[in-house]
C-alpha cells in the first residue's frame, strides 16, 4: 500500500509538470480545505461531546427514582408495606425495593460517620424505584400515595433531564450532519477547482492527447495536484482545529457541556482521519470531473 | 502503413475531402501538395486519427480507427510521429521536456532515456537550445524542436505539416535533408507543403511522390514536380 502511494506520488512528478502550475487557484483549494477541515474538528467535537452527554445523562435517568417515607416509628413498617404495594400495581414501575438498614447507613455514613445509631434515630425509610422505558405517570402516582401512603415524598429529580437528553441526542445528530455537510461542501468545491482548471488547460489537454497521451495520465495530472493540495489543506486546517481544542480551558468536574467540549482520551486521534476524508473527496471529486471534461473534449 | 479507401470528409458543410484512396507503404517518401485551404493538414488530421473518415476506410497499421476509443487512438499515435504545422508546444516547459513529451505521457522514465534525447537535439542542432521555453524560440528553431518531438518515440512514419512553412530557405533545405535522412534509415514518410521549390530539391535527392489535392480528389503530380 505504502510503497503503491510513493511509487504514484514520485513517478508522478512527471505528470504533474506537465499541467501548468496555478499559484493563485491551488492556494485558494489549500485554504478552502484547511477552513473545511478546522471546521470539521469542530463538528467531530460537538457530536463527540454531546454522545458523552447524553449518554451520561441517560445513564442516570436509568437510575432509581427514590420514595422516602417519613413516619412514626410504629407505622413505619406498614407505610413502607403500602408503598411497595403501591408501586408494584403501578404500571411503568420495573421494579421497586425498600433499602435494608445497612444500605441506608451506607448511604449516610459520608455526611455522619459509620457508627450512626439508625436504628434510634427517626430516619425515613428509602426505596428505590426503578422505572421502565416507558416510565410511569408521575402525577397519579403521587395522587395515589398521598391517598395511601400519606408518609411518602416521590423524589424524581432526574426525570426533567429527559428532553435534556433528546437535546444532547440531537446534538450529535447535528454535529454527524455537520461533518457530512462539509465533505460534501468539500466534494463541490474541488469538483469546481477540477472543472475550472480542466477548463483552463484545454489547449494543454489537447497536445497531450496529440502527442499520445491517454485519458488516464491526463486526469492523473489534475487528481494528483488536487489530492495533494487537499491533503496539505485539511493537515494545516486540522492541526490548527486540534490547537484550537487543546487550548479550550479544562475542567476536571463532571461539569459543563463546554468545559467538557474537548476531545478526550483516544478521541484525539479521530482528528487525524479528517485530511485523509479530505483527500479521498478531492481524489474522488477530481476524478469524477476529469472524466466528465476528458469525455467531453472530443 | 497508412490506408485510405475512398475516404471522404467534411467538417459540416459541403465535402472538403471525396473519394481519397492511397496506401503509404513502408518506407516511402510522399508529398502532398495543394493550395492553401485545400485540405493538406485536414487530411494529415485523418491519418493520425485526430479526425474520422465521414465516409470510406482508413487503416493504421492495418488497423480500422472507426473501432477503436480514444485510448486505442492514443496508443495508435505513439507509433506516428507528427509534426504539426503550428508546432504544438507546452510553453511553460523547456524546449528539452517538450521533445521528451512523447515519452512522459506514455509513462516512460525520461532520466533513462537522456542520452537519446540528447543525440536527438544535437542532430536537430538545439543541444545549446534545451533550457529555452518554446516562446523564445524562432521558428527554424520550432521546425526543428517539433521534429525532434516527432522522433523521439521512434515511429516508423513520420507526417509533417509544413515543416518548412516559417524558415528561410536554407533552413528548409536543412530540415528537408533530416527527413531525406530518416527516409534513407527506413521510414514513411509523408510532407505536407505548397512550397513547390522544396518538393523540386526534394525530388534531386529522394525517390518521392508528389501528391495533390484538387477539387477534393487527390491525384498524382505529374513529371513537373
Ligand atoms: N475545425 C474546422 N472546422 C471547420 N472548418 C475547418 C476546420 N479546420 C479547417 N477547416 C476548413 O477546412 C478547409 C481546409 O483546411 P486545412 O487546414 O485542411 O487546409 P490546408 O490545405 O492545410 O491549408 P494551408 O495550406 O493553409 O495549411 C479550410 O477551408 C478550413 O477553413
Ligand atoms: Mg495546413
Redesign the interface.
Known sequence: MWVAVKGWLA?DG??D??V??TGFTANLTVFASAAMAFLAVFALALSLAAGRLADRWAEELARSATLRISAPAEQMATQTEAALRVLRQTPGVASARALSQEEQAALLAPWFGAELPLDQLPVPQLIEVIETAQGYDTAGLRLRLSAEVPGAVLDDHTRWRRPLVEAADSLRRLGLLSILLITGAMAAMITLAANAALAANGQ?I?????????????ARAFVRRFTLRALIGGCVGMALGVLGMALLPQSADQGGFLTGLSFQGAGWLFPLAIPALGAAVAFAATRYAAGRVLKGLS | MIELENVAYSYGGGELLSDISVRLQPGSFHFLTGPSGAGKTTLLKLCYGALLPTAGVLRLFETDLRGLDRDQVALMRRRIGVVHQDCRFLDHLPLADNVALPLMVSGREVAQEAANLAELLAWVGLTNRADARPPELSGGERQRAALARALIMSPDVILADEPTGNVDWEMSQRLLQLLVELNRMGKTVLIASHDLQLIRSAKTQVQARVLRISNRRLQLAGADL
Open positions: 513517478s512527471q505528470a509538470r506537465v501548468p502550475p494543454v489537447e497536445v497531450l492527447r496529440l502527442v499520445g497521451g491517454q485519458d488516464r495520465f491526463i
